[in-house]
């Protein structure tokens, strides 16, 4: 017995007729993979693993961590199936089940998402992955973004529709074509969002229609210079880091920041660059968050001097509107609420320096 014999809205979205539909794997055309690479073992991730094993063990576990990944495509069905192979998914006391392992479907068209369905797999689903069915609740034909979760390792991904039906490329596209880089903690990968699709970077790119990469590493932002120079050789349209979180201590942020920032600059002299410090809670106290403050600040103030496009946001008052209590899911880590907060202060300033 449970909640879901009398409340039909717990039950989870169980594919119960694997033969009704047809599968298409989703890495490959005419989908449109975004934030997400397929690596050389055939695990979505979001840098190479190469990459990762230059930087930290830490970068390399969590580099797995689908965050800020997308796919996109058309289709006419009126309900939709998945399947999914996960070689990893972890449940933690900050992360629900949702944005562990669960995804999101939001229609796409001129530049607007609107959420049509979330996914919700078998609360007691075994590693390796999971299959589900939802209604779409329309024969349209429709552009669908299919976000992922934010805490779990992706290898294969089938997108079902009912025989008859079809999958085609999509047709709307975003706006800002050339990725936002978000770089960070777990903060920034999402971690306790209730879902993948309301992360601060997806309610970014909702609101200003542009493609993201999401590079937050739980407990692992701390600005390795391997890790700065591979972000300084992608191509992006803007820079925003906040990895201020994962910092241990005031010293190590002020060893670390302006030399992320300069390998940046040295390789993307016109892009905008956001920095951010970390949301104020009581865990280091007011004295120590101001001396973190003013170390970004630091960094801002010589880029500013020297002409570059560079923005300050003061992460201690991300929470001033809707009070820290209501922001926070475990003392540290924004809830769905915080997201939404934060994604207000970022919002007008990404807005400018996307022009």
Known sequence: MSLANFDHNMLPNTL??????????????PFRVCGLIKDTDG????????VAKTVSDGVVYTNGYTAGGRFIFRTNAN???????MPLMELQRNVNFMNCCGADLYKYENGKQTLLRSITPEINITKGGYSAEVDLYDDSEKDIILYTSCHATLKDIFIGIPKGCYIREAENDYTYKTPVVFYGSSITQGTSASRGGVSYSALLSQALDFDFINLGFAGNGKAEKEIADYVASLDMSVFVYDYDHNSPTPTHLKETHERMYLTF????????VIMMSRPQWHQIGDKEAAERFE??????DKALARGEKVHLIDGRHFYDKYGYSNCVQDNSHPNTLGHYAMYEAILPVLKKCLG
């Open 265 to 272: 600059r040295e390789k993307h002299p016109e892009t905008p």
């Open 295 to 300: 170390i970004i600040k630091e960094t801002y």
């Open 43 to 50: 695990v979505f991730r979001r840098i190479p693993d190469g």
């Open 79 to 85: 309900k939709l199936a998945i399947k999914t192979s």
């Open 16 to 29: 119960k007729n694997e033969v009704d539909y047809d599968f298409y794997d989703a890495s490959k055309s």
